[in-house]
């Protein structure tokens, strides 16, 4: 199996600057790549995974870092729960290269399997999702989750066939330009992965300390987007701006950053990542 290379590691220990002694909420643990990295420079780590495919990695850090690494396999909106104020929240958003490349997960279309596409073991797999959908709602899911063009056309062709392997669907979609999206936007659906980051990034004000950083590592527009509105929401003065007191922002931008060359040549994976940090400032 290809083991994950971490995505826009350097750019994002360089947004965290020295972490030795902080506590830094690693969202999306994965291969634990990221954590590896905060650990090593002396922080402690809680790490959230949904998948509990992923356990086996988390287990060798607690054994290697002990009381420093904690790992919760819930989804990560679960950060709403951690009691004590934290110096970062981190996120990687999207899913893993083990998880694309476990054919029987259902989440690629170079492999046929059953079409399922869950990160987490319970829920609702992607075949049992196109089920419940009206032809509508599938519509309103492969336009705003993969900007599938003619969704309304391929949404009917979907319903009627009901489609339960991965092979099944794709050989439903006529452009192969639209293969790769459908996917897409039927994986994001089936997790909840917009939801998710909404829920997870409105209570991270309130869980940073004051200094404390949040950054995010988004694979696509739309979840791109989503980190970019937020965050500039929090970066934006307080008030009225037409009044002479205008309340300062509590946080401040940090630079956005893409892949680099070097980056691009060593994991194609990262071609559409971007990295988004704020700082929260007061
Ligand atoms: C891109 S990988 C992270 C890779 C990790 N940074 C590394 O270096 O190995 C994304 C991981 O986030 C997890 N994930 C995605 N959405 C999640 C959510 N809402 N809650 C918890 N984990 C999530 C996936 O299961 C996957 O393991």
């Known amino acids: 199996m290809t083991k994950h290379i971490p995505v826009l590691l350097g750019a994002v220990l360089d947004a965290l600057g020295d972490i030795n002694g902080k506590i830094i909420v690693d969202c999306t643990f994965g291969a634990g790549g990221y954590s590896r990295a905060f650990l090593s420079r002396g922080a402690n780590v809680i790490a959230f995974d949904r998948d509990p495919n992923v356990i086996d990695d988390a287990k060798k850090l607690m054994q290697e870092y002990g009381d420093r690494?904690?790992?919760v396999a819930k989804p990560f909106s679960s950060i709403a729960d951690l009691d004590d104020k934290v110096d970062a929240v981190v996120f990687d958003l999207g899913i893993s290269s083990m998880q694309i490349d476990v054919p029987e997960r259902?989440?690629?279309f170079r492999y046929d399997a059953p079409l399922d596409m869950r990160m987490e073991s319970d829920g609702m797999t992607a075949a049992q999702l196109i089920e419940k959908l009206s032809v509508q709602e599938l519509t309103d899911v492969?336009?705003?989750?993969?900007?599938v063009k003619k969704?309304?056309?391929?949404?009917?062709?979907?319903?009627?066939?009901n489609p339960q392997t991965t092979f099944e669907l794709r050989d439903l979609i006529h452009n192969p330009k639209d293969v790769a999206p459908v996917f897409q936007a039927l994986r994001i659906a089936v997790n909840d992965e917009m939801g998710e980051v909404e829920r997870a990034l409105s209570v991270v004000p309130e869980l940073l300390n004051t200094g404390g950083k949040c950054i995010c590592v988004t694979f696509h527009s739309l979840e791109d987007r989503i980190v970019k509105n937020i965050f500039r929401e929090w970066t934006t003065p307080r008030g009225d701006p037409r009044l002479p007191v205008v309340a300062d922002a509590p946080f401040k931008m940090l630079k956005a950053i893409v892949p680099n060359a070097h980056e691009l040549n060593e994991n194609p994976r990262a071609r559409s990542a971007h990295m988004r940090g704020v700082l929260k400032s007061c």
């Open 69 to 71: 690494f904690q790992f």
């Open 106 to 108: 259902g989440f690629s």
């Open 142 to 147: 492969l336009r705003n989750y993969g900007d």
């Open 151 to 161: 969704a309304a056309i391929l949404a009917r062709v979907i319903k009627e066939s």
